[in-house]
């Protein structure tokens, strides 16, 4: 459980440092640098929202009875 | 599970809508993505107390000697309506009216595709009770 609240600070600090590094690259000029960052900030994110639903899919699954 | 446990619920959501909030400014698909994990994140702690409350229902039918097949049936048409809910809402937070019908949609086909075995079984005994 705390683990799990602990990510929703860890993707809030992703988003704030992702768009922080996409304004000072856009001030410097770095136009694609910082569409790279922003992509690969969301795929990091994306991959932990991931994970939990997958588990809430897995739990609902077992609780359900879906078994096919 | 105690009763403290809708503050710590609340707590988990109130942080969550702060911090979405202030991400939305800077990139609103962060603040998205923290929707759906406290969805399921609030979803994954409830289950717990959901999978107690099936226990009982199943041990209650047990005892009146129902067929397991009927709960079954109706155990997995809750579960269908949890998933299409949880989906559809997500899709509707993020300005997408129209999948969230279509999953809507999609999850009263499939529990009315699953109700179709015990309409039959009805419909078989209503036409057994006639005479002919």
């Known amino acids: 459980m705390n683990h799990d609240v602990n990510k929703i600070f860890q993707i809030a600090g992703i988003g704030i440092i992702v768009a922080m590094l996409h304004t000072i690259l856009k001030q410097m000029g770095k136009e694609e640098y910082a569409q790279w960052v922003t992509l690969i900030g969301f795929i990091v994110v994306l991959y932990m929202v991931i994970t939990i639903i997958d588990d809430l899919f897995q739990k609902i699954r077992g609780v359900f009875l879906f078994q096919g | ?132």
Request: net charge negative; proline share 2%.
């Open chain 2, 1 to 132: 599970m105690s009763a403290i446990d809708i503050v710590q619920i609340v707590g988990i959501g109130l942080i969550a809508t702060f911090l979405a909030i202030v991400v939305k400014e800077q990139k609103p698909v962060f603040a998205f993505t923290i929707t759906v994990f406290t969805g399921a994140i609030i979803f994954l702690f409830l289950i717990g107390e959901i999978q107690h409350i099936i226990q009982m229902l199943e041990g209650l039918a047990s005892k009146a000697n129902i067929e397991i097949i009927y709960v079954e049936t109706v155990l997995k048409i809750i579960g269908i309506a949890y998933i299409a809910e949880f989906g559809a809402q997500i899709t509707r937070d993020a300005g997408q009216g129209a999948i969230a019908s279509k999953i809507e949609l999609a999850g009263k086909l499939l529990i009315m595709a699953m109700a179709i075995p015990i309409l039959k079984l009805i419909i078989e005994t209503v036409l057994q009770l006639l005479p002919s």
